[in-house]
C-alpha cells in the first residue's frame, strides 16, 4: 500500500514538473515571439518609410499642367475626397505603429485607404504587404496567421503568374538575365530563358507548399530569406548598374523586409495550419480566406495585378496613346516619374487618358488575360472625339 502510494505521489510530482516545464517553454517562446515581433515591426516601418522617401512624389499633392511637358501625371482618385499631400501623415503614423502599435498600425492603414482613394497611382504592392506585415506583429494568434497566410499567397501566386506567362519567359527573364549572360545566340538563350525562369518560378511556388508542412518550415523560411536577399541584390548592384531601366528603387526595402519575415514569422511556425485555423475566430478566418484565396479573382477581372501578387510576371493589362501623326506614348510606363510602377487597370488607363488626352488621341488598351478574351475587352479603342470632349469606345477582338 506504502509503494503504491509512493508510485502516486512520483506520478504527480512527475506531472507538476512537466506542466512546469511547459509553463516555463511557454514563457520563453512568448517572450522570443514578443521580440521577434518587435524586430519584424522596426524592419516592417524602416522598409516602409524608406520607400516613402523613395516614391515622396507618387504621395504629394499633385497638380497636372498640359503646357509642361515635364509635369508630373495627375491624381487619378477613386473618390472625391479632399487632396492633401498625404506623406507627412503617413510618416507620422510610422512613428506612431513603433511606440504605440495597438493603435498605430490600425492608423497607418486607415491612412493608406485614404490616400488611395485619393489617387490610384498609389496602390502599389510593396505599400499594402508592408502594411500587412506590421499587423502581423500585434499581439495575438491571428495576426501571426494573417502575415503567414500573407507570405504564402505572395509566393505561391508570384510562382504561379510567371509560370503561366508568356512575357515573363520572352521579356522579364532576359533583362534580368543579360546584364550577366551578354550577348548569345537567339535560340539557344530563350531555350535558356525558359528553363531558367521556370525553375525561378517553380521555386517561388514551392516555398508557399514548403512553408504550409511543419517539417519545411525552416527550409523555406532559409530559401525565402535568400532568395529576397539576392533579388535585392540583383536589382540594386547588377540590373540596374548595367544599365537596367524601370526596376526602381521602391522595391528594395521591400525585399529586405519579406527575408526578414520569412525567419520571424515562418522559422518558428511549429503549429499545423488546421489547427492555427481552428484557433481563430470567424472574422480573421475570413480574412485569412481572403488573403489566400483572391489573387485568382485577377483571372475574373474582380481584382487588381498588383493586389494579387502580379510582380514582374508581364501578364497585366498593358495600354499606349496613339497620337494623330503617329507617335506612341506608353501609358503603362508614365509612373515611372513618380519612382513607382503603374498600377495595370483598365479604369486607372481610361481614368488617365480621360483627364490627359486630347482631341483627335486615341487610348489602345490590351487585355492578355482567359476573361478579357471571352468577354470581348482583350483589345479596347477608346478614340476622343475632335470636336469636343465627347467620347468613343469600342471593344475590339484581338485576333
Same mark, same amino acid.
Given at each position: 500500500?506504502?509503494?503504491?502510494?509512493?508510485e502516486t505521489?512520483?506520478?504527480?510530482?512527475?506531472?507538476?514538473?512537466?506542466?512546469?516545464?511547459?509553463?516555463?517553454?511557454?514563457?520563453?517562446?512568448?517572450g522570443?515571439?514578443?521580440?521577434?515581433?518587435?524586430?519584424?515591426?522596426?524592419?516592417?516601418?524602416?522598409?516602409?518609410?524608406?520607400?516613402?522617401?523613395?516614391?515622396?512624389k507618387?504621395?504629394?499633392?499633385?497638380?497636372?499642367?498640359?503646357?509642361?511637358e515635364?509635369?508630373?501625371?495627375?491624381?487619378l482618385?477613386?473618390?472625391?475626397?479632399?487632396?492633401?499631400?498625404?506623406?507627412?501623415?503617413?510618416?507620422?503614423s510610422?512613428?506612431?505603429?513603433?511606440?504605440?502599435?495597438?493603435?498605430?498600425?490600425?492608423?497607418?492603414?486607415?491612412?493608406?485607404v485614404?490616400?488611395?482613394?485619393?489617387?490610384?497611382?498609389?496602390?502599389q504592392?510593396?505599400?499594402?504587404?508592408?502594411?500587412?506585415?506590421?499587423?502581423?506583429?500585434?499581439?495575438?494568434?491571428?495576426?501571426?496567421?494573417v502575415?503567414?497566410?500573407h507570405?504564402?499567397?505572395?509566393?505561391?501566386?508570384?510562382?504561379?503568374?510567371?509560370?503561366?506567362s508568356?512575357?515573363?519567359?520572352?521579356?522579364?527573364?532576359?533583362?534580368?538575365?543579360?546584364?550577366?549572360?551578354?550577348?548569345?545566340?537567339?535560340?539557344?538563350?530563350?531555350?535558356?530563358?525558359?528553363?531558367?525562369?521556370?525553375?525561378?518560378?517553380?521555386?517561388?511556388?514551392?516555398?508557399?507548399?514548403?512553408?504550409?508542412?511543419?517539417?519545411?518550415?525552416?527550409? +523555406? =523560411?532559409? *530559401?525565402?530569406?535568400?532568395?529576397?536577399? @539576392?533579388l535585392? $541584390?540583383?536589382?540594386? %548592384?547588377? !540590373?540596374?548598374?548595367?544599365?537596367?531601366?524601370?526596376?526602381?528603387?521602391a522595391?528594395?526595402?521591400?525585399?529586405?523586409?519579406?527575408?526578414? +519575415? =520569412?525567419? *520571424?514569422?515562418?522559422?518558428?511556425?511549429? @503549429?499545423?495550419? $488546421?489547427?492555427?485555423? %481552428?484557433? !481563430?475566430?470567424?472574422?480573421?478566418?475570413?480574412?485569412?480566406?481572403?488573403i489566400?484565396?483572391?489573387p485568382?479573382?485577377?483571372?475574373?477581372?474582380?481584382?487588381? *495585378?498588383?493586389?494579387a501578387?502580379?510582380?514582374?510576371?508581364?501578364?497585366?493589362?498593358?495600354?499606349?496613346?496613339?497620337?494623330?501623326?503617329?507617335?506612341?506614348?506608353?501609358?503603362?510606363g508614365?509612373?515611372?516619374?513618380?519612382?513607382?510602377?503603374?498600377?495595370?487597370?483598365?479604369?486607372?488607363?481610361?481614368?488617365y487618358?480621360?483627364?490627359?488626352?486630347?482631341?483627335?488621341?486615341?487610348?489602345?488598351?490590351?487585355?492578355?488575360?482567359?476573361?478579357?478574351?471571352?468577354?470581348?475587352?482583350?483589345?479596347?479603342?477608346?478614340?476622343?472625339?475632335?470636336?469636343g470632349?465627347?467620347?468613343?469606345?469600342?471593344?475590339?477582338?484581338?485576333?
Amino acid at each position: 500500500m506504502a509503494r503504491n502510494d509512493n508510485e502516486t505521489r512520483k506520478v504527480k510530482e512527475s506531472r507538476k514538473a512537466t506542466g512546469a516545464r511547459r509553463e516555463v517553454a511557454a514563457v520563453v517562446q512568448s517572450g522570443s515571439d514578443r521580440w521577434r515581433m518587435a524586430l519584424l515591426r522596426i524592419v516592417a516601418v524602416a522598409a516602409q518609410a524608406a520607400t516613402f522617401l523613395v516614391t515622396y512624389k507618387l504621395w504629394q499633392l499633385r497638380v497636372y499642367s498640359a503646357a509642361d511637358e515635364h509635369s508630373l501625371p495627375p491624381l487619378l482618385p477613386l473618390l472625391q475626397l479632399p487632396r492633401i499631400d498625404m506623406l507627412p501623415w503617413l510618416m507620422a503614423s510610422l512613428v506612431v505603429v513603433l511606440f504605440a502599435p495597438k493603435w498605430g498600425v490600425p492608423l497607418h492603414c486607415v491612412l493608406l485607404v485614404l490616400a488611395m482613394l485619393m489617387d490610384q497611382f498609389r496602390i502599389q504592392p510593396q505599400i499594402v504587404s508592408l502594411a500587412i506585415l506590421m499587423v502581423a506583429t500585434l499581439p495575438g494568434r491571428w495576426p501571426r496567421l494573417v502575415g503567414r497566410a500573407h507570405l504564402i499567397a505572395a509566393w505561391f501566386f508570384a510562382g504561379f503568374h510567371k509560370v503561366i506567362s508568356p512575357g515573363f519567359y520572352d521579356e522579364t527573364v532576359p533583362f534580368l538575365l543579360r546584364p550577366l549572360l551578354g550577348s548569345v545566340d537567339q535560340t539557344t538563350s530563350q531555350n535558356m530563358f525558359v528553363a531558367i525562369g521556370a525553375f525561378m518560378a517553380l521555386g517561388e511556388m514551392s516555398l508557399a507548399l514548403l512553408a504550409l508542412w511543419p517539417r519545411t518550415r525552416r527550409v +523555406a =523560411a532559409t *530559401a525565402a530569406c535568400g532568395m529576397h536577399l @539576392s533579388l535585392l $541584390v540583383w536589382l540594386s %548592384l547588377v !540590373v540596374r548598374s548595367s544599365g537596367g531601366v524601370g526596376w526602381n528603387q521602391a522595391v528594395w526595402p521591400w525585399n529586405a523586409a519579406l527575408a526578414a +519575415a =520569412a525567419i *520571424a514569422l515562418i522559422w518558428p511556425w511549429n @503549429s499545423s495550419p $488546421v489547427a492555427d485555423w %481552428l484557433g !481563430v475566430g470567424r472574422r480573421a478566418r475570413m480574412a485569412i480566406a481572403f488573403i489566400l484565396l483572391s489573387p485568382v479573382g485577377y483571372y475574373f477581372g474582380v481584382l487588381d *495585378a498588383f493586389l494579387a501578387h502580379c510582380v514582374y510576371s508581364n501578364n497585366t493589362v498593358d495600354a499606349h496613346i496613339e497620337l494623330p501623326d503617329g507617335q506612341v506614348f506608353l501609358v503603362s510606363g508614365l509612373a515611372v516619374d513618380l519612382n513607382a510602377g503603374t498600377p495595370p487597370a483598365h479604369r486607372i488607363y481610361e481614368e488617365y487618358f480621360r483627364e490627359v488626352g486630347k482631341p483627335g488621341e486615341t487610348l489602345v488598351i490590351d487585355d492578355p488575360r482567359w476573361c478579357a478574351k471571352w468577354l470581348g475587352y482583350s483589345h479596347r479603342v477608346i478614340r476622343k472625339r475632335a470636336e469636343g470632349a465627347s467620347w468613343e469606345s469600342g471593344d475590339e477582338s484581338k485576333e
